[in-house]
């Protein structure tokens, strides 16, 4: 390297570190950490701080004088401004579509924006298939200062070792139990919980009631919920009961439900085979029960609801994110429906899922950022997700809100007989490796290309081989 392209090196790593100054001087006193009326460390001290040179610790306090956040104050020091100028900034926001749904996405940031009008957020939707992967490309990239995300994604970025693309976040207080835990590493947060919601089953009222079923509708057991579906299934116009069976916030609520995650040590392979093997058997069951279960229906989650609005389905088994495609039927009188807690298999388990707010660690936008996310879980914000979708917001206040239900289907408050129960898909006591090639197994033994036998034996080369690596044999 010749001498000038070392100088040039030097120039930009003191170029970023000095950025790196204004930026968090900046920040501070945009996010009120610094006050106005306060006064900066002196100039000695910045200097220790960023590791930069007396000269330029002096030209980035002169930017913040120029953009008059600081006043300079001869032979007493630098003072935050009273008051604050309103400086104009521009939030990056990736999400998911569905949170306009879920969340009110757009109207919230519509309402952001009228009490923070020197903050524009410009929102990007991206797709749900690749998510996580889009979501790490435009972070990487910095083309992103907030990025949402469901535990999912998290738990795909934590296994990529990823989440140092990700500012540390102060926890939120008030929120049901396990929420901030679903969202955290190393004793840090990483993901502001927005909303979230157990499993449940939701059926059409009209369809129970031509068949004779009683309401409320609460099946004990699979086994019952599986015949009322063979009574509510008539050939060629609807199937009784259906989910979609691919997902991993659908199918693994089986093996919860069956005690797995709770058999024991580590090297308990031979109760932790049967017990998935149990599950998988009445998965099974389910599937080929006569005119009941539709087996290969739908093509993702999304289909499900859309099967049930249009009439086809009478039970599916959704959550209370997903029923927000079916507001606009219920409001306009063409379909009722209610809500049912899932039966139980051997142990009540039930399937935690949420969405949050992350902000990007390489954002230098990060207080505005924070008051977007402080705005989005505020009463106000989730006192509106209450009121006007069938989403459970994550404050407890706001959750147990009791008024106008009219966008929330009859049975909407059993979410709380749920919360103790819910557990994430990772609480199964298996890697999402194990849980993938277990999946993979299940789909031959479901369309009957092997036996039950067959199955358990690779069940335990599956769980063998993860407890060998797990024990660096």
């Not at 010749?2 to 001087?25: A, C, D, P, W, Y």
């Not at 996010?31 to 980035?60: C, D, I, M, T, Y």
């Not at 079923?213 to 579906?229: G, H, M, V």
């Not at 392979?269 to 149990?278: A, G, N």
Request: charged share 25%.
């Amino acid at each position: 390297m010749s001498v000038n392209e070392q100088n040039e090196n030097g120039r930009k790593h003191f170029r970023k570190k000095l950025e790196h100054m204004i930026h968090t001087l900046r920040d501070d006193m945009l996010a009120g950490r610094r006050r106005p009326g306060e006064f900066l460390p002196s100039e000695r001290e910045l200097v220790k701080q960023f590791h930069l040179s007396n000269k330029l610790v002096r030209v980035g306090l002169e930017k913040l004088v120029e953009e008059q956040l600081l006043e300079k104050i001869p032979r007493v020091g630098n003072r935050v401004a009273d008051p604050l100028p309103c400086l104009p900034v521009t939030l990056k926001l990736g999400y998911h579509a569905s949170l306009q749904r879920e969340a009110r996405l757009l109207d919230a940031i519509e309402a952001f924006q009228q009490e923070y009008p020197h903050i524009r957020v410009h929102s990007l939707p991206i797709a749900f298939d690749r998510y996580s992967e889009y979501a790490q490309e435009y972070l990487e990239s910095g083309m992103l200062d907030i990025i949402s995300m469901n535990y999912n994604n998290f738990y795909d970025f934590q296994s990529r070792g990823q989440l140092d693309r990700l500012e540390p976040l102060q926890q939120l207080g008030g929120l049901y139990p396990g929420l901030n835990e679903l969202f955290q590493a190393d004793g840090r947060q990483y993901v502001r919980p927005l909303v979230f919601s157990p499993l449940v089953l939701c059926y059409n009222r009209d369809h129970l009631a031509e068949a004779g079923i009683a309401e409320p509708f609460r099946p004990q057991s699979w086994d019952e919920l599986i015949a009322a579906a063979a009574s509510l299934t008539i050939e060629n116009v609807r199937f009784g009961f259906y989910f979609f069976l691919h997902s991993k916030n659908r199918w693994p609520v089986f093996l919860l439900q069956n005690g797995s995650g709770q058999a024991g040590g580590e090297d308990d392979i031979s109760l932790k085979v049967e017990r998935i093997v149990r599950a998988l058997s009445k998965l099974r069951e389910m599937i080929y029960a006569p005119q009941s279960f539709p087996t290969f229906l739908a093509e993702s989650e999304a289909d499900a609801e859309a099967l049930f609005k249009q009439g086809k389905l009478s039970i599916i088994m959704t959550s209370y994110l997903a029923m927000n495609a079916l507001v606009s039927e219920e409001r306009e009188g063409r379909q009722r429906y209610a809500i049912a807690p899932l039966p139980t298999l051997s142990v009540p388990a039930n399937i935690l899922m949420s969405v949050g707010l992350a902000i990007s660690r390489a954002s230098e936008q990060k207080a505005a950022a924070g008051l977007f996310l402080d705005f989005m879980t505020s009463s106000r914000m989730q006192m509106m997700i209450r009121q006007r979708t069938t989403s459970i917001p994550v404050l407890q206040e706001a959750a147990q809100w009791q008024g106008d239900e009219e966008q929330q289907p009859v049975g909407y408050a059993l979410f709380r007989q749920e919360t103790p129960f819910m557990k994430a898909f990772t609480e199964t006591g298996l890697s999402v490796d194990e849980l993938d090639m277990i999946f993979q197994e299940a789909r031959i033994y479901w369309s009957k290309l092997q036996s039950e036998d067959d199955m358990r034996d690779k069940l335990y080369r599956i769980l063998d081989n993860g407890s060998t690596q797990s024990r660096g044999l």
